[in-house]
């Protein structure tokens, strides 16, 4: 069967990290893959899902499947944490959310509903955007178009141009974005600028899919959900994939939530009735133990402000790096401003650092760099920050 197929590309980010694995430069720094790392450059379980999953041990009496949507405290701890308490999308029940397996997963179920009601959709992408979504919408039966979002010239967004370029969206078309911490670049939309955007939504007809990997990475969990908010205050059509890969530390335990917001409790059980159809044929109910421990974890306001202190302290971890990569290029004399990387947001930075640059990092200080110059600042601690500017510094003044 196999004899005459060629062999697919590796994924490029964990083929990156298999590389990693691989050397044996005990200096060796990896600046690629999307996972948080801490000071001692673990990914940790936080200490509030080790609370939680006490209590589901010791609480569990049965593996029977989940229902396919997944648990229902699940889905309304997470409505609340995407719309906020007192939402009135949450009161009317306009929203119906499943538990998806990561927000991958997420994005898939979405697409396999989009692509049954919407089959000639086009979905538009920002440009640049985080390799997957080319992948998960194409695999979904999806043709796909760029919108303007980075600026590589001023290292910030170019918001005229995403402007210019969401007005000339189709109604009906797929707008992907990204609610916070923007993968690859770090470069994100103000409040003012999501409300912009919303109307544009609203007024155009084309359908917001918004992605939400990073909640509380940016600045907050309720400053980061200002995108979210702007699209449910124009009462049209949405949807929301989530991810707590990141936010809980749950990489493996693949938990994401699909939500759809409809502009009535009605057509959001009609939006339901099918995501459940959906799901049935993917992976028929999703894995237990992440949801049952988010949803313990957001419900018990104890554990709850745990888990906040928590992401903020990995939040601010990140922003101390951020600071320290600057300075420590400026102190090396390195010539260039690098400031933008201190206003970027969440784990990643677009370096600005050439695809040449990026090879010799790899090839002679074993630092691994995504091509085009992506960093994840999480891979950055105090022990290894003075090598990996040393480096960056020696490379670009070579
Ligand atoms: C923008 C974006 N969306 C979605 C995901 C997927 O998250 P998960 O690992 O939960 O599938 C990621 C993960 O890196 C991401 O960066």
Known sequence: MWRNVETAPADSILGLTEAFKNDTNPEKVNLGVGVYKDEGGKTPVLQCVKAAEKILLEKEETKSYLPITGDPLYASEVQKLLFGEDSEVVSTGRAVTAHAPGGTGALRVGAELLKKFNPDAKVWISSPTWANHKGVFSAAGFELAEYSYYDAATKSLDFDGMVESLNKVPAGDIVLLHTCCHNPSGVDLNEAQWKNIAEIGKERGWIPFLDFAYQGFGESVESDRCGVVAFAATGVDFFVASSFSKNFGLYNERTGAITVVAPNAEDGAVAMSHLKTSVRVIYSNPPAHGGLVVATILADAELKKQW?????????????????????????????????????????????????????LRDNRSIYVVGGGRINLAGLTRANIDYVCDSIAEALKG
């Open 308 to 360: 906040l202190q928590e992401l903020s302290g990995m939040c601010d971890r990140i922003k101390e790096m951020r600071s320290a990569l600057v300075d420590g290029l400026a102190s090396r004399g390195v010539e260039g401003d690098f400031s933008y990387i201190t206003s970027q947001r969440g784990m990643f930075s677009f370096s600005g650092l050439s695809d040449d640059v990026v090879k010799w």
